[in-house]
């Protein structure tokens, strides 16, 4: 079944094979139903279909403008967020397989939110995330990345939300992380790493 896309810019009309597309021909001679099914929907798909229909010296068309929406995926680059004594620590929210670029950079789009043990409210972290390039797979989908980064003066307990918005949606996806202290063996770890790189650069100076 051979369909009539716009292309990517929307200026040119290509005739393309779009495999699983159908149309029932007892439809359209029984009841003249000259439906077009196209199964498994991606962003590919989006563009102007056109149906026409030729009955002797009579000729009709149909234009049809079909838009695609597909919800993101959202995800954390931590389950666990266990404070450390070095410089800050990055926690990233993935927004994935969305479709159109909904997810477009801007601050409504991804927002992180903040929630220390000594506040009432959450706190949005305004101009804290940087987020990088879109990213479109072969599918026609897009992905995108904020990555908050997270000083080791935060208190323990300050939960940590990244918020997602987009037209696929319902209502914003929320993912939350609790910041935790880090473990007694973690620091004793770390202290005693501490103890061994002084030795051995005191025994390379010496």
């Not at 009841?31 to 279909?49: F, N």
């Not at 789009?109 to 879109?134: A, I, R, T, Y």
């Not at 997602?164 to 620091?187: K, M, N, R």
Request: contains cysteine; charged residues 15%; hydrophobic residues 35%.
């Amino acid at each position: 079944m051979k369909t009539r896309l716009d292309d990517a810019e929307g200026s040119t009309v290509v005739l393309a094979e779009r495999k699983g597309s159908s149309v029932n021909a007892s439809l359209v001679v029984g009841q003249g139903d000259a439906s077009l099914t196209l199964s498994r929907l991606k962003a590919l798909d989006e563009g102007t279909y056109i149906c026409t229909v030729t009955l002797g010296p009579f000729n009709a068309q149909q234009v049809i403008q079909l838009h695609i929406t597909q919800p993101p995926e959202v995800s954390l680059s931590e389950e666990k967020f266990v404070l450390k004594a070095d410089p800050p620590q990055t926690l990233s929210c993935h927004c994935s397989k969305y479709y159109p670029t909904g997810c477009s950079g801007l601050s409504q789009d991804m927002e992180w939110w903040s929630l220390s043990p000594e506040d009432s409210e959450p706190k949005l972290l305004l101009d804290q995330g940087s987020l990088s390039s879109h990213r479109q797979h072969g599918d026609g989908s897009y992905s995108l990345s904020s990555h908050l980064s997270v000083p080791s003066s935060v208190s323990p307990g300050t939960r940590l939300t990244c918020r997602v918005s987009h037209q696929a949606l319902d209502a914003p996806v929320s993912l939350t992380v609790v910041v935790e202290s880090p473990t007694q063996g973690s620091y004793w770890w770390v202290l005693g790493f501490l103890i061994v790189s002084v030795l051995f650069f005191h025994q390379v100076m010496t």
